[in-house]
C-alpha cells in the first residue's frame, strides 16, 4: 500500500476544504457581503460597483483580492526557504500564521471589516497555494469551479472508459465540493450563534490539521 505526505492525505484535505466553506460563509454573512476565497465574484462585483461609479465601494472587492494574491506570495516564499526549516514541515508555518490570523479577525469589531476580510483572503491564499493536492489530484479546497469542472470530466472518462483511477478522481473532487458546503452550512450556523467570534472555529479546524502533520506520512 501506497504511503502519501499526511500534507496530501485525504483527512487533511477534508478540514481545509471545511474550512474554505466556512471562511466564505463567515466572510459574506458577518463581514459586510465580501467572498474571502472565490476572488472571481470579487472582480465581478468590483467591476459592477466601478461602471455604477461607486468607486469608494469597490475597495471592498479590491481589497480581498489583492490579499489573496499576498498570501500565495506569502506560500512561495516559505516554500523557497523551506531546505532551512528542520523541525516542522514547511506547510505548518503557513498554518500557524492562518491560525494566528483567524484570532485576530475574531477580534475585529464590525466598523473593521475591510481589515477582517483582506486577513481572511490572505489566508485562503496562502491555503490555496500551500495545499494544492489531494493524493497527488490537484485540487482546490478553497472554491469549487475548478473542482466542478475537474470532478465532472473525470468521471464522463471513468464511466465512458471504464477507467477505475479517474472515477475515483472525480469522486476525490465532488467529495472536496460536499465537504465545501458542509463547512459552508456550518458557517452559517456558527455566526448566528456567535457573530465575530465564529471564525475561531476555522482556527480550530486549522490547529487540528497542523497537529496532524507531526505525522510525516499516513496510508
Not at 75 to 92: A, D, G, L, T
Not at 123 to 148: E, H, W, Y
Request: aromatic letters at 12%.
Amino acid at each position: 500500500m501506497r504511503r502519501w505526505q499526511t500534507s496530501e492525505s485525504i483527512t487533511v484535505g477534508l478540514f481545509l476544504a471545511l474550512s474554505g466553506g466556512f471562511m466564505d460563509a463567515y466572510s459574506y454573512i458577518n463581514r459586510g457581503k465580501v467572498f474571502a476565497n472565490a476572488e472571481t465574484g470579487n472582480i465581478i462585483l468590483m467591476t459592477l460597483k466601478i461602471c455604477e461609479g461607486k468607486f469608494l465601494e469597490s475597495i471592498n472587492y479590491l481589497i480581498p483580492i489583492t490579499s489573496f494574491a499576498i498570501g500565495v506570495a506569502i506560500s512561495e516564499i516559505i516554500k523557497q526557504r523551506k531546505e532551512n526549516i528542520n523541525m516542522i514541515h514547511w506547510r505548518q508555518i503557513p498554518l500557524m500564521l492562518e491560525i494566528f490570523a483567524f484570532i485576530v479577525v475574531a477580534f475585529l469589531p464590525q466598523d473593521m471589516n475591510r481589515v477582517a476580510n483582506s486577513i481572511i483572503s490572505l489566508v485562503s491564499g496562502v491555503q490555496f497555494a500551500t495545499f494544492p493536492k489531494i493524493r497527488d489530484v490537484v485540487i482546490a479546497t478553497t472554491m469549487c469551479t475548478g473542482n466542478l469542472k475537474n470532478g465532472t470530466q473525470n468521471l464522463y472518462r471513468g464511466i465512458s472508459k471504464g477507467d477505475k483511477l479517474s472515477i475515483e478522481k472525480g469522486l476525490y473532487y465532488y467529495i472536496c465540493i460536499l465537504i465545501f458546503i458542509t463547512g459552508t452550512a456550518l458557517g452559517y450556523f456558527a455566526v448566528g450563534l456567535f457573530n465575530e467570534k465564529a471564525i475561531l472555529i476555522a482556527a480550530v479546524m486549522l490547529t487540528l490539521i497542523f497537529l496532524m502533520m507531526f505525522k510525516e506520512f499516513e496510508n
